[in-house]
């Protein structure tokens, strides 16, 4: 109702500030078309064309997926914007609905510049919801609509922002990083000759004074690669550092732990010089898995063109084994990226992939407190089978981490018909269960899952004023699709993170849940479970047994 209210004096404002025909909406707010046939290619549409942006800042908003990945699909038009123009342009128009403290705000909503108190000190201290919900401030309500409504109308004036390809809202990743409210990290490596070292006869206008100025669509874009690829990243909540590979060569081969997923922007002409050539097949032969290499690739640049195939045979025999693990990514990603806007919608698939990878190989660190461990309690349907999961002791406790070995010593198959691993401690201690909530796995069949966290009495995590928001990232060790990739979640939560799994073939398949502290995004702890998949439900006859798999959506 409030937000009603609200939209509607915004755009009687802004009718009154413009000279729009008094039939043309001034806005559109996405509640209005949620619902009938086709909301979700109306929204797609809207998002596509709209001048201006408004979000609602207030806690919930930033827990939304749905929030985040509307703020995606009209961000990513001002990184285009500003790839081929290499001028920022500020679209988005923040409001405070319920005031959030600036430690909290996600990486995106962060870095918008904009002045509140511009809008009056109670809407700084209340936010609109305040001052709309209480009689004594509707004075201020006004102010702060009014001087709202004229910021919206200047910038809508100001930005000529092109309208965009219509963005699948609904498989769009979230602004936010799963509502996280901390940035993560992420490194980009540029691999390109400077305009000094170029080849003879190679056109130097894709290029600059350090490699960093790569700009490899030139003259459609305007703005250098490495800095398109660290505001796209920013976009999903990232905080994204930049280099070139000849600075970071050096480090290469320390055989450490990775600190960091990374993506390695790769220009063919850079093998055409051979010591680099050398460097980046060294690179290769490294066993780096969270690195994710693209290729970019202008079908436009004749020189580029007339090279394809000695360029594509070195690329070839120098990564084999980068370009191959990025094939199973993202194929385009290293056969070739054609345009800026190709390279704007598949890099979020190769910067989760670097990031599952990272997750898995990055060094583990058990939160501080007692030496409780507990095997994890795996809870499924009253008649699921025996052994239909497989848990290694959980590594998500108050203590410190065992070792592997210690851990394979002491895995479990749950019990038939009652799969819940008992505790083995009367210490309190926070325990990881992973739920099956279908009756019966099934190659093509989607299964559902359902992870949590439960803290005991005496745990830190127990007091409600102590819980810390976690992030659970789901990581398939096998040849199995989960959704989503991760998922936000508190110990003290009600529900459960729920995870969707489906197999493709039948046979046992591994899927590791990896928890994060959202504040620091440190990875706390691992646990891996693994799921027996049977053959494809039957066809043309009834089985027998127990009842099928759910096939119904969640």
Not at 222 to 229: C, E, G, I, S
Not at 298 to 322: C, F, G, H, I, W
Not at 345 to 362: F, G, H, I, K, S
Not at 512 to 541: I, K, N
Request: charged letters at 25%; one cysteine or more.
């Amino acid at each position: 109702m409030w937000v009603e209210r609200l939209f509607r004096d915004l755009c009687g404002h802004v009718m009154a500030l413009t000279d729009l025909p008094a039939d043309a909406p001034p806005g559109f707010m996405d509640r209005e078309i949620r619902f009938g046939d086709g909301w979700s290619e109306r929204l797609s549409g809207a998002l596509a064309s709209c001048r201006v942006f408004v979000p609602l800042f207030s806690p919930r908003y930033f827990a939304s997926e749905t929030c985040g990945r509307e703020w995606y699909a009209f961000a990513q038009r001002a990184i285009q914007h500003r790839g081929h123009t290499n001028r920022p342009v500020e679209a988005i128009v923040p409001a405070l609905w319920v005031p959030v403290p600036p430690d909290q705000l996600p990486g995106p909503a962060e870095r918008l510049q904009f002045n509140h108190r511009a809008l009056g000190d109670r809407y700084v201290t209340d936010g609109l919801y305040g001052l709309i919900k209480l009689r004594i401030f509707a004075e201020e309500y006004e102010r702060a609509v009014y001087e709202l409504a004229k910021r919206i109308v200047r910038v809508a004036d100001e930005t000529q922002i092109a309208p965009g390809r219509h963005l699948d809202y609904r498989t769009a990743p979230s602004a936010f990083g799963a509502a996280s409210p901390a940035p993560r990290r992420l490194h980009i490596t540029v691999a390109a000759p400077t305009r000094h070292e170029l080849p003879e006869g190679r056109d130097d206008a894709y290029y600059g004074d350090s490699p960093l100025d790569w700009n490899p669509y030139h003259p459609v874009a305007a703005r250098p690669l490495a800095y398109v690829a660290q505001d796209l990243a920013r976009n999903l909540n990232y905080n994204v550092t930049v280099s070139s590979f000849d600075e970071e060569a050096p480090r290469f081969g320390s055989g450490h732990r990775p600190s960091r997923p990374e993506i390695l922007l790769v220009d063919r002409w850079a093998l055409t010089d051979e010591d680099r050539r050398a460097r980046l097949a060294a690179f290769d032969a490294e066993h780096r898995p969270w690195v994710s290499v693209v290729v970019p690739w202008n079908r436009d640049d004749r020189q580029s063109r007339a090279a394809e195939a000695e360029l594509t045979y070195r690329m070839e025999e120098t990564m084999p084994v980068k370009l191959r693990q990025g094939r199973a990514a993202s194929r385009p990603a290293a056969d070739g990226v054609a345009s800026m806007e190709a390279f704007g919608r598949l890099l979020p698939q190769v910067v989760e992939a670097a990031n599952q990878q990272y997750l898995r190989y990055a060094e583990v660190y058990a939160p501080a407190g007692g030496t409780h461990t507990e095997r994890p309690r795996l809870l499924g349907p009253r008649e699921m089978a025996a052994g239909a999961f497989r848990v290694p002791d959980s590594l998500l406790s108050a203590g410190s981490a065992r070792s592997a070995g210690e851990q394979a010593r002491e895995q479990a198959h749950a019990p038939a018909r009652n799969p819940v691993l008992p505790a083995a401690a009367a210490l309190p201690g926070c325990h990881a269960r992973v739920i099956l909530l279908d009756d019966r796995a099934r190659a093509g069949a989607a299964l559902r899952l359902a992870v949590e966290l439960v803290a005991e009495d005496g745990h830190p995590w127990a007091r409600p004023d102590a819980r810390p928001v976690l992030e659970i990232v789901a990581v398939p060790l096998s040849g199995a699709d989960v959704i989503p990739a991760t998922a936000l979640y508190g110990p003290g939560d009600s529900s459960p993170a729920r995870f969707r799994v489906r197999a493709a073939e039948p046979g046992r398949h591994r899927i590791r849940f990896t928890f994060l502290h959202h504040d620091t995004g440190v990875v706390l702890q691992q646990v891996e479970a693994d799921l027996d998949v049977g053959g494809p439900e039957p066809t043309g006859a009834e089985s027998t047994g127990a009842a099928g798999p759910h096939r119904g959506r969640d």
